[in-house]
């Protein structure tokens, strides 16, 4: 069964400082992957998905992602993070012929002015 | 377009008690999906609708949670008798219609806490 890890549960970063944030999945075959943004008290947002081809994702609100097959990775990055930034984000995958998409258990960001 | 809508926000409950939440997708949107976000961990996918019809409810606990979602438009989720572990966010979500190419669109949530 497909899985997904994010290693940080915590992450600070001060305002215009460049952002990473980690994904390790398991599957056996190409997964399908997504990054969602949760800000305090809503709902989760698609930032950006991958699911074949160009293996560097543009999103929204200047968020990529870059999957690394060799890694089982799907690391999320910013060049430049906005105080606006600060929230949950979690990562997620779904297999091939099952509409089930599996959540991590989120990397909460923190911003320093 | 309005967003997904979902009441209440809040629920305050004790042990053995019966809570039930509200959901109204996105117009047009045929798939709709509940989740259970504990504090502390991502979503866990309870039931997903296809229109009226159950496509996956294997993670849904059948002795005390049910969901419905007649006419195939807003759905009600259920928990009667409610458990401590039980806490959570329940998210709804809906899409326009079923597979991966079709984002999940995510209302705000209702937060129950169970006493």
């Known amino acids: 069964a497909q899985s997904v890890t994010q290693p940080d549960i915590h992450i600070t970063v001060s305002e215009g400082a460049s952002l990473e944030l980690r994904c390790n999945y398991s599957y056996g075959a190409t997964p399908y992957l997504f990054w969602y943004v949760q800000s305090p008290g809503q709902g989760l947002q698609l930032l950006l998905k991958y699911f074949s081809g160009d293996t560097l994702v543009q999103g929204i609100k200047g968020f990529e992602a870059e999957f690394k097959r060799s890694q089982s990775s799907f690391n999320l990055r910013k060049p430049s993070v906005h105080w606006s930034d600060a929230a949950e984000y979690f990562c997620a995958v779904g297999a091939h012929g099952d509409d089930k998409i599996i959540f991590g258990k989120g990397t909460r960001l923190h911003i320093l002015p | 377009e309005a967003g997904v809508a979902q009441s209440p926000r809040y629920k305050i409950i004790e042990k053995r008690q019966s809570v039930a939440f509200w959901c109204n997708p996105i117009?047009?949107?045929?798939?709709l999906y509940w989740y259970q976000q504990i504090l502390g961990q991502g979503p866990k996918l309870l039931i997903q609708f296809q229109n009226n019809g159950v496509v996956d409810d294997s993670q849904l606990p059948k002795d005390r949670f049910s969901a419905e979602r007649l006419k195939g438009v807003d759905s009600t989720l259920k928990i009667q008798p409610a458990k401590l572990e039980d806490s959570a966010v329940y998210l709804c979500?809906?899409?326009?219609?079923?597979?991966?190419?079709?984002?999940?669109?995510f209302g705000n949530g209702t937060r129950l806490t169970v006493t």
């Open positions: 117009s047009g949107h045929a798939t």
């Open positions: 979500a809906s899409s326009l219609r079923e597979g991966y190419n079709s984002p999940l669109h």
